[in-house]
T-cell receptor, first 115, second 112 residues
Framework: QKEVEQNSGPLSVPEGAIASLNCTYSDRGSQSFFWYRQYSGKSPELIMSIYSNGDKEDGRFTAQLNKASQYVSLLIRDSQPSDSATYLCAVRRSAGGTSYGKLTFGQGTILTVHP | NAGVMQNPRHLVRRRGQEARLRCSPMKGHSHVYWYRQLPEEGLKFMVYLQKENIIDESGMPKERFSAEFPKEGPSILRIQQVVRGDSAAYFC??????????FGQGTRLTVV
């Protein structure tokens, strides 16, 4: 079983629709959860972080975390063509102290938003 | 506040040469992580360092690869005797004493 798994994709949605990206993780000790966006040929860009169960909203993005189900998701409302990218889910074991441990990434989901 | 700076952006090496990749973390960040990304693949963890210490090198090949983060200066990822399979994008990320990590622009290594 992979440590972090994302829905395989690619995912294609029309402009203005909601894009839903899903991620499951195997380590129950994971405490910190992140979504990164990576455009082709570019570096990953942090777009959301979430640490507690429930929803966290930032503009058109909503991250959802359910630790009991070991599940984290990202919703993108009013999707735009500029949202077309690979979205990477990442988890980290600890959330405190001075040593955080590595970020473990999923394989990514390619999102295409078509006009 | 400048972001994470990596150099060079592109590096071409012949098989058997050494590659040195540099990473200057964001100001105030004392944690550095190195990742490798092959074409069409995800990010693979290599090593996590704090100033003068290697915290976790579980993802780094035992041979030919080494990393350091000295008290002064950038973090260095060193690959000795490069082979074609080392061709990849190498990303550095840094974080403060908080969970979020921020990535540099990466170094694209090509071994010919």
């Amino acid at each position: 079983q992979k440590e972090v798994e994302q829905n395989s994709g690619p995912l294609s949605v029309p402009e203005g629709a909601i894009a839903s990206l899903n991620c499951t993780y195997s380590d129950r000790g994971s405490q910190s959860f992140f979504w990164y966006r990576q455009y082709s040929g570019k570096s990953p860009e942090l777009i959301m972080s979430i640490y507690s169960n429930g929803d966290k909203e930032d503009g058109r993005f909503t991250a959802q975390l359910n630790k009991a189900s070991q599940y984290v998701s990202l919703l993108i409302r009013d999707s735009q063509p500029s949202d077309s990218a690979t979205y990477l889910c990442a988890v980290r074991r600890s959330a405190g102290g001075t040593s955080y441990g590595k970020l473990t990434f999923g394989q990514g989901t390619i999102l295409t938003v078509h006009p | 506040n400048a972001g994470v700076m990596q150099n060079p952006r592109h590096l071409v090496r012949r098989r058997g040469q050494e590659a040195r990749l540099r990473c200057s973390p964001m100001k105030g960040h004392s944690h550095v992580y190195w990742y490798r990304q092959l074409p069409e693949e995800g990010l693979k963890f290599m090593v996590y360092l704090q100033k003068e210490n290697i915290i976790d090198e579980s993802g780094m090949p035992k041979e030919r690869f080494s990393a350091e983060f000295p008290k002064e200066g950038p973090s260095i990822l060193r690959i000795q005797q490069v082979v074609r399979g080392d061709s990849a994008a190498y990303f550095c990320a840094s974080s403060p004493d908080l969970p979020e990590a921020f990535f540099g622009q990466g170094t694209r290594l090509t071994v010919v």
